[in-house]
């Protein structure tokens, strides 16, 4: 029959160091020298990258009003709310 690897050993095929060659073209993730490591700093480099891009993109965004701000919604809004009497303390209210 086969002989069943242990734990152990499984482990160590997977957790092993990358080679020279295998390290090739990765550029400044070869220092890490493991799968392991790679995958994470990658991981890392992606979240903060999304990170910037969407606080730029928020950025770009938060000092614009929306398109639906005109003069002549602002008015029909301040007229609906003193019709429903939502603004007790300046309309002289209840």
């Not at 295998?22 to 994470?40: C, R, T, W, Y």
């Not at 890392?44 to 003069?71: C, D, N, R």
């Amino acid at each position: 029959g086969r002989s069943r690897r242990t734990g152990a050993m499984r482990v160590s095929r997977v957790a092993r160091c990358l080679t020279e060659r295998d390290l090739q073209g990765l550029g400044p993730l070869a220092a890490l020298k493991s799968e392991g490591s790679i995958v994470f700093a990658g991981s890392v480099g992606l979240t903060v990258a999304g990170l910037v891009v969407g606080q730029l993109w928020f950025m770009s965004i938060s000092h614009k009003l929306p398109s639906t701000m005109t003069p002549q919604w602002e008015a029909a809004t301040a007229k609906y709310r003193a019709m429903q009497l939502q603004d007790p303390i300046r309309e002289g209210g209840y």
